[in-house]
C-alpha cells in the first residue's frame, strides 16, 4: 500500500523538480513604485473596477471620484475602453461564420502634482469566435464571456506595467 503510494507521488516530484531546474518561478504579487493612486475613470467601466479591485488586493490605497485626487501619488486616467466586433468571414449566402472580438484599452499615468502630462499606453485583446444563428443566444453568451477574458487579462497586463 504504501509502495502504491510513494509510485503514484513520482510522476509529481519528477515534473516539480524538472520545473524548479529550468528556473520556472511563479509571478509573485508586483511590487508598485507607490503606495496610492487616483482612479480617473468612467463610473460604470468594470476594467477600472477590477483594476481597482486589483490594486486594493495589492494593499494600495485607491480613490475614485468624488474624491480629490491631489490626496494620491499617481492618477491613473483611463482613456478609452472600447469594444469591437468585426466580421472576418462569410457564408456563400451573406451569413456571418466567424467574428473577431477585440478590446482596446488607452490610459496614462501621472504623478498627481507633475504637470507633464504622461505616456500614453494602447493596449489591444483579440479573440476569434466561429458564429452559427442557431445558436445565436449561446454564442451571445461565449461572446461576453470572451470580452470578459480580455478585461481579465488586460487589468493583468496593466497591473504588471504599473508595477514596473
Do not use: W
Request: with cysteine; glycine share 4%.
Amino acid at each position: 500500500m504504501q509502495r502504491r503510494r510513494l509510485l503514484s507521488l513520482l510522476p509529481a516530484s519528477i515534473a516539480a523538480s524538472a520545473l524548479t531546474g529550468c528556473g520556472f518561478a511563479l509571478r509573485g504579487s508586483s511590487n508598485f513604485p507607490f503606495k496610492s493612486v487616483f482612479i480617473q475613470a468612467a463610473e460604470a467601466s468594470p476594467l477600472a473596477r477590477q483594476l481597482q479591485r486589483t490594486l486594493e488586493a495589492s494593499n494600495i490605497t485607491v480613490l475614485r471620484a468624488p474624491n480629490n485626487p491631489e490626496l494620491t501619488e499617481q492618477v491613473f486616467e483611463l482613456l478609452q475602453e472600447q469594444h469591437e466586433r468585426a466580421v472576418i468571414s462569410q457564408s456563400a449566402t451573406g451569413g456571418v461564420r466567424e467574428l473577431q472580438l477585440r478590446l482596446r484599452v488607452r490610459y496614462r499615468l501621472r504623478p498627481t502634482l507633475s504637470q507633464t502630462p504622461g505616456e500614453i499606453v494602447e493596449l489591444l485583446q483579440t479573440r476569434d469566435l466561429t458564429y452559427d444563428e442557431t445558436f445565436a443566444i449561446a454564442k451571445e453568451a461565449e461572446e461576453q464571456m470572451l470580452f470578459t477574458d480580455m478585461q481579465t487579462d488586460l487589468v493583468g497586463q496593466i497591473a504588471r506595467r504599473l508595477g514596473k
